[in-house]
């Protein structure tokens, strides 16, 4: 599957809860959450290396509206209603058209 949409979104979590935060994130990916839907085709969620407690997740999905789709899904708010008492501020959000590139993942980092 080819990526149309991306979505990314930068999150700081409060002192100390960063981990906690990017755990949260990860179980998006479970069955049945938005993330293990063949629409999305990248997940990616990463740490700062200088600010342990700000969080960022790239998306990748097939289409625009598939990502609104599942993002407007029960299990998606669910995900949102359980990181929102994380968060310091805000989340800062961009979406985007890729063009070209490349993703490969292995296992998780130690």
């Known amino acids: 599957m080819i990526v149309q949409y991306g979505f990314q979104a930068t999150l700081t979590a409060r002192p100390g809860r960063g981990g906690e935060l990017a755990e949260l994130l990860l179980t998006g990916m479970d069955e049945g959450g938005a993330a293990a839907s063949e629409h999305c085709v990248v997940y990616l969620v990463s740490r700062s290396a200088s600010a342990p407690d700000v969080v960022h997740i790239t998306e990748g ?43 490969a993942f292995g296992p998780a980092a130690a």
């Not at 509206?65 to 407007?72: C, K, V």
């Open 61 to 103: 999905w097939t289409s625009k509206a598939e990502h609104e789709r599942l993002f407007d899904g029960e299990a998606a708010r669910a995900l949102v209603s359980r990181i929102t008492p994380l968060l310091a501020g805000e989340p800062v959000h961009a979406d985007y058209i890729p063009v070209r590139g490349k993703a």
